[in-house]
C-alpha cells in the first residue's frame, strides 16, 4: 500500500486522478505581524511570534477521481494508494483495517454512488471549529469553479452529520439537501465512481491561502463606513466539563460585562446570527478554542484577545484577517502525560490587564 500526497496541487500516482483542476494559483503567506502577549517572565511584550506562517502556500484546486473508495470521513482508498491531503495526513489512514484497502473483500454494507460527487470533510467532521477552517472551503472551491453546476453535484457527508453542516453549507454554497447521500461510516463502504476531491486551502499547520478571506468576506453582510463598537466576549461556560479547567472564568465574564461586552454561546445562536455579530465586532475575546475560530468573519484591525494559549489556526486567522492578536498566556500551563488539561490560571489582576490592553488597542 502506497501513500499519495495530494496537497502540493500535483498528481502523484497514475491511478485514475485527473490532473489538478487550478482554482487560485500558488502565493506567498500572509503575515507575520507583531502580537501582544502577557507572558509569565517578561509581563507584556510586543513581537513576532516564533510559529511562522508557511511561505509558499500550495495552489487551490480539485482532482477528480475514479473509483475512489470511502470507508470514513478522511479515509479515501484509490486502488493500491492511500491518499491523503494536509489535514487528514498519513496517521488518519495508517488506521484503515486491513479488509478495508479494496472495496470486494470488505464485509461491510457497500454503496455506490454513479454520479459525479465531492468528497470534502474529514477528521472530526462534526467539530464545527474544523468545517470553519478545513472542509466548507473546500465546497467553495468546488463552486466557484463549476458555477452553475455546481447545483447538480451530489455530496457525501456521514448520515451523522448534525444539522448545522446542513444550514452551513445551504447558507454558504446553496447546497440542496436533497443532493446530500448519507452513508454510516460503521458499517458502510462506499465507492464513488467519480469523486472530486477539493484541495485544503491553507498550507502545512493552517497558513491560509487567500482564497479563505474571500471566501468568508462574501458571506458577511454590507460593510457599514461607521466605526464599530461592539464589544464580544465568547463563552465556554458550557463547555466546563472539558479539559480546560478556569477557575476565574465567571469573574473574567463579570468584569468584561461591566466593561461592555456582551456575552454569547456561539452554539446557541443561527449561522446568521454568528456571522452578523463577528461582522460587527471591534474586539472578540475568549478562551483558547475553536469558538474563536468565528473571527474569519470578523473584519481588518479588529482587536481578537485570547485567554490561556496561542495556537497555529487562531495566529493564521489573525494574519490572514488582518486583526490585532492579543494573549494572556500568564500563569497558563499545556497539558502534560500526566495531566491532559490546559490549565488556564490567570490572576484577576491579569485579566484586568488583559482588558485594559484589549480596550486600549480597539480603534
Not at 500535483?10 to 490532473?19: L, M, P
Not at 470514513?72 to 494508494?81: A, K, Q, V, Y
Not at 495531566?339 to 488583559?354: A, M, V
Request: hydrophobic share 35%; charged share 25%; glycine share 8%.
Amino acid at each position: 500500500m502506497r501513500f499519495s500526497d495530494l496537497s502540493q496541487g500535483t498528481k502523484t500516482a497514475d491511478c485514475g486522478i485527473s490532473e489538478f483542476q487550478e482554482c487560485r494559483p500558488a502565493e506567498k503567506s500572509v503575515g507575520p505581524f507583531k502580537i501582544w502577549e502577557l507572558t509569565d517572565q517578561r509581563g507584556w511584550v510586543h513581537e513576532y511570534h516564533w510559529k511562522r506562517p508557511t511561505e509558499d502556500l500550495n495552489p487551490v484546486g480539485f482532482y477528480t477521481v475514479q473509483d475512489l473508495i470511502v470507508t470514513r470521513p478522511g479515509s479515501t482508498i484509490l486502488n493500491t494508494h492511500l491518499i491523503f491531503d494536509c489535514a487528514t495526513g498519513r496517521d488518519n489512514q495508517r488506521s484503515i483495517p486491513q479488509e478495508d484497502d479494496y472495496f470486494s473483500q470488505s464485509p461491510r454494507n457497500k454503496i455506490v454512488i454513479e454520479e459525479p460527487v465531492i468528497v470534502a470533510d474529514g477528521v472530526s467532521f462534526d467539530i464545527w471549529g474544523h468545517w470553519l477552517i478545513d472542509y466548507l472551503p473546500r465546497f467553495g472551491v468546488v463552486k466557484s469553479m463549476r458555477g452553475e453546476r455546481f447545483a447538480e453535484l451530489k455530496i457525501l457527508l456521514p448520515h451523522s452529520s448534525p444539522e448545522w453542516i446542513y444550514r452551513f453549507l445551504a447558507l454558504s454554497c446553496g447546497v440542496n439537501r436533497d443532493n446530500i447521500i448519507g452513508y454510516n461510516p460503521g458499517s458502510d463502504i462506499v465507492l464513488c465512481k467519480k469523486a472530486i476531491l477539493p484541495s485544503y486551502c491553507y498550507t502545512e499547520e493552517f497558513s491560509f491561502h487567500s482564497f479563505v478571506r474571500d471566501f468568508y468576506n462574501a458571506l458577511k453582510p454590507g460593510i457599514s463606513t461607521e466605526k464599530k463598537s461592539r464589544k464580544v466576549l465568547v463563552s465556554r461556560s458550557d463547555f466546563s466539563h472539558g479539559n480546560r479547567p478556569f477557575p476565574n472564568r465567571a469573574a473574567f465574564e463579570s468584569m468584561a460585562a461591566e466593561r461592555g461586552y456582551e456575552i454569547i454561546h456561539p452554539e446557541k445562536l443561527s449561522l446568521e446570527e454568528q456571522i452578523q455579530i463577528f461582522s460587527e465586532a471591534a474586539a472578540v475575546i475568549g478562551e483558547h478554542g475553536s469558538g474563536m475560530h468565528s473571527t474569519l468573519f470578523s473584519g481588518p484591525d479588529t482587536v481578537v484577545g485570547c485567554l490561556g494559549f496561542w495556537n497555529a489556526v487562531q495566529l493564521n486567522i489573525g494574519y490572514l484577517m488582518g486583526h490585532q492578536n492579543v494573549y494572556l498566556t500568564k500563569g497558563c500551563q499545556w497539558p502534560t502525560p500526566e495531566r491532559n488539561e490546559f490549565q488556564i490560571g490567570c490572576t484577576e489582576e491579569d485579566l484586568h490587564s488583559f482588558l485594559d490592553k484589549i480596550d486600549v488597542l480597539i480603534p
